[in-house]
């Protein structure tokens, strides 16, 4: 059997997203690389399944990517995970990708859940041209991209913390047009999630109104 490396999407909260074919390739991959290992054993164990699982974090020695280039030239099947949703956009899978096809080997994408496509999906906005930026800087140059969101066009997507939402609101607030529409998904698929959708001052009331705990994706509508 030929080596692989499944790029694998799993849930971003509710465990009932992961698909029938995500649950297959776990069970039949030879190991699992991930970002967090408690996190992708919690899953594994809500899967019933036991796999050997491989670190591969943001500071991961480039030996630990070498090595699982060397198994998969060896034969084997390696599933790679992040911590939730759909790797490839805020974790360190890119760089296992480029590893692998940089050396002539087989990758295959097992979509599923993203917070970046479930988010854009019951905005409302027109979301045929966007920009995703990420998470907010804590403090370097977080004034400049402010400004470049307020001037930008299209909409922006970008995702915050509970312990930074209202701040990085409040600070956004001041260089956007106070009419232009703002959409915040809390906790998607999870069992607090909440959607959010107005003007800024509006949206950042309602957030004071329930509750900013939580993970947070926010999108900048249309200019």
Known sequence: MSGLLSIVATPIGNLEDITARAVRVLGESDAIACEDTRVTSKLLSHLALSKPLLSVHEHTNPKAVASI?????KGERIAYVCDAGTPGMNDPGGKVVAAVMEAGL???TIPGPSALTAAISVCGFPMDEF???GFIPHKKGRETLFKEIAERETPTVFLESTHRIMKTL???SKHLDPERMVFIGRELTK???TLYRGMITDVIHQLEATSTKGEFIVIIGKA
Request: charged fraction near 40%.
């Open 170 to 172: 409040e600070a956004l």
């Open 191 to 193: 069992l607090h999630e």
């Open 106 to 108: 087989k990758v295959e």
């Open 69 to 73: 280039v060397d198994r998969i030239k």
């Open 131 to 133: 920009t995703y930026i």
